[in-house]
């Protein structure tokens, strides 16, 4: 149970995030409204905030550099998705490696 709910925060952190910045960034970048902004930077005020409920036996900077393995998931899956633009092999070998890296921050025995 432990493990599910810490990939769970970790891939709503991971959500809030990318789905923050896409929004801030289609009012900016797309001239969208700027309510998209303001939902955009609520998302990323929940960003912040979700990595605080992992377990508090990982410290912040673990808890952070294993997120990142799982932020480049969750990108590239939101550009295949959302932008229908699909990861190729590089990409994919390396986002697996970033998961590798990530389990071994967090779970290596120490």
């Given at each position: ?14 959500l809030a995030e990318i789905a923050g910045g896409y929004l ?65 092999q590089p990409s994919l070998i ?17």
């Amino acid at each position: 149970m432990h493990t599910v709910r810490a990939i769970s925060l970790f891939i709503l952190a991971g959500l809030a995030e990318i789905a923050g910045g896409y929004l801030v960034w289609q009012w900016l970048r797309a001239d969208r409204s700027v309510w998209l902004g303001v939902l955009g930077a609520i998302l990323l005020i929940g960003y912040g905030v979700l990595p605080t409920l992992q377990p508090q036996v990982w410290s912040f900077g673990r808890v952070y550099a294993a997120y990142g393995g799982v932020f480049i998931v969750l990108s590239l899956a939101w550009g295949w998705i959302v932008d229908h633009n699909p990861p190729d092999q590089p990409s994919l070998i390396g986002a697996c490696l970033a998961l590798v890296g990530a389990a071994v921050i967090l779970y290596w025995p120490r």
